[in-house]
């Protein structure tokens, strides 16, 4: 009689690694990357490749010199965060030194600090662009206006983003967001989809962003759960103090397609590292980090919070596991 041999789990097998989900979640980012150097030409593939040539080295270093272990580069997770860290800053001529700087605090800081990937638990792309914003706030928040399609120059002029406008301007007295709008000539809906507003260099283009968003989803890179609830989360707030006084609150559309909303809730809260692992925690993850971005954008300093928000959502990442942890089946 033959017996059944029942090996120690897992036993479910796939042909999935690290470095497949990294290198696909590079692809997904190319089309921010074209729509970056089509509308602000070559500061945006400098940055871009400043960025990651200094992600990779950094980390080669660090694990060969301090950490003395394997080098992972090869995998693709320093790509990665060289191309996110690249797409948060604005393409200006400034940035292609400041980046470098970035570059280190996102893996030096934000990674191998911590034993490198796997184990870090901020997003550190968003770790290096948020010391780049407080340590260099002019450099960080001048930004350059688009003009045309694919301008081969390193020179740019530099202008506000429609958020930072609109909330200067509340800031008169007897201002309202119309009146501003109008005083301003901002972006309509429509070139705010195409990517004819300022910002930073991946954040311009929602229709590019959907593109890598839809790729991944398809890969099952992502799940639905944190970009849906963190997207529906802040649409639905903004809506509510928009319905409330839509003389001092931006239109729930205008507010999801402007700033780094949809860059964040696709590439970075997503980071299957620093957010929840069940699908409860990652809605409530989402719901968090919407919620944080929408307080911050409209009673904070900045115009913008998506970094902030995600960070500070990052930190409760393990409480949130420790509340959200299915049941087991028998003790």
Same mark, same amino acid.
């Given at each position: 009689m033959n017996l059944l041999n029942i090996s120690g789990s897992p036993h479910v097998h796939s042909d999935e690694s690290t470095k497949k989900i990294m290198w696909r979640v590079n692809l997904a980012l190319v089309p921010m990357l074209l729509c970056g150097?089509?509308?602000? %030409?070559?500061?945006a593939l400098l940055i871009s490749l400043v960025s990651v040539a200094c992600c990779c080295l950094f980390q080669w270093l660090i694990e060969k010199f301090i950490l003395k272990v394997p080098t992972t580069v090869c995998d693709g997770s320093a790509v990665v965060t060289g191309l996110l860290l690249a797409f948060n800053v604005p393409a200006t001529a400034d940035m292609i030194w400041l980046v470098a700087i970035g570059a280190l605090v996102a893996i030096g800081i934000g990674? *191998? $600090?911590?034993? %490198?990937?796997?184990?870090?638990?901020?997003? !550190?792309?968003?770790?290096?662009?948020?010391?780049?914003?407080?340590?260099?706030?002019?450099? *960080?928040? $001048?930004?350059? $206006?688009?003009?045309?399609?694919?301008p081969m120059t390193l020179d740019t002029t530099s202008g506000a983003t429609p958020l930072g406008i609109i909330k200067e301007g509340l800031t008169h007295e007897g201002a309202t967001v119309q009146s501003v709008i109008e005083a301003n000539d901002l972006p309509s809906l429509t070139e705010i989809l195409l990517g004819h507003i300022g910002g930073s260099l991946g954040e311009v283009s929602a229709i590019a962003i959907l593109i890598g968003a839809i790729y991944l989803l398809c890969r099952r890179v992502i799940t639905?759960?944190?970009?849906?609830?963190?997207? %529906?989360?802040?649409?639905?707030?903004?809506?509510?103090?928009?319905?409330?006084?839509? =003389?001092?609150?931006?239109? !729930?559309?205008t507010?999801?397609? =402007?700033? %780094?909303? *949809?860059?964040?809730?696709?590439?970075?809260?997503t980071d299957m590292v620093t957010s929840p692992m069940s699908k409860t925690g990652q809605l409530i993850f989402g719901f968090g980090c919407g919620l944080? $971005?929408?307080?911050?954008?409209?009673?904070?300093?900045?115009?913008?919070?998506?970094?902030?928000?995600?960070?500070? *959502?990052?930190?409760? =990442?393990?409480?949130i596991n420790r509340w959200c942890t299915p049941k087991r089946f028998a003790n």
């Amino acid at each position: 009689m033959n017996l059944l041999n029942i090996s120690g789990s897992p036993h479910v097998h796939s042909d999935e690694s690290t470095k497949k989900i990294m290198w696909r979640v590079n692809l997904a980012l190319v089309p921010m990357l074209l729509c970056g150097i089509a509308f602000f %030409g070559l500061n945006a593939l400098l940055i871009s490749l400043v960025s990651v040539a200094c992600c990779c080295l950094f980390q080669w270093l660090i694990e060969k010199f301090i950490l003395k272990v394997p080098t992972t580069v090869c995998d693709g997770s320093a790509v990665v965060t060289g191309l996110l860290l690249a797409f948060n800053v604005p393409a200006t001529a400034d940035m292609i030194w400041l980046v470098a700087i970035g570059a280190l605090v996102a893996i030096g800081i934000g990674k *191998m $600090t911590f034993g %490198g990937l796997g184990k870090n638990p901020f997003n !550190p792309a968003l770790v290096g662009r948020v010391f780049m914003l407080i340590s260099f706030p002019v450099q *960080m928040t $001048t930004w350059p $206006t688009v003009g045309k399609w694919f301008p081969m120059t390193l020179d740019t002029t530099s202008g506000a983003t429609p958020l930072g406008i609109i909330k200067e301007g509340l800031t008169h007295e007897g201002a309202t967001v119309q009146s501003v709008i109008e005083a301003n000539d901002l972006p309509s809906l429509t070139e705010i989809l195409l990517g004819h507003i300022g910002g930073s260099l991946g954040e311009v283009s929602a229709i590019a962003i959907l593109i890598g968003a839809i790729y991944l989803l398809c890969r099952r890179v992502i799940t639905w759960h944190i970009p849906v609830s963190f997207i %529906g989360t802040a649409f639905i707030f903004s809506g509510i103090l928009w319905l409330c006084d839509p =003389t001092q609150f931006i239109d !729930p559309l205008t507010t999801i397609l =402007t700033g %780094g909303i *949809m860059l964040g809730a696709c590439f970075m809260a997503t980071d299957m590292v620093t957010s929840p692992m069940s699908k409860t925690g990652q809605l409530i993850f989402g719901f968090g980090c919407g919620l944080l $971005t929408i307080i911050i954008r409209n009673w904070g300093a900045y115009p913008e919070g998506v970094s902030f928000a995600i960070l500070l *959502m990052n930190a409760v =990442t393990p409480l949130i596991n420790r509340w959200c942890t299915p049941k087991r089946f028998a003790n």
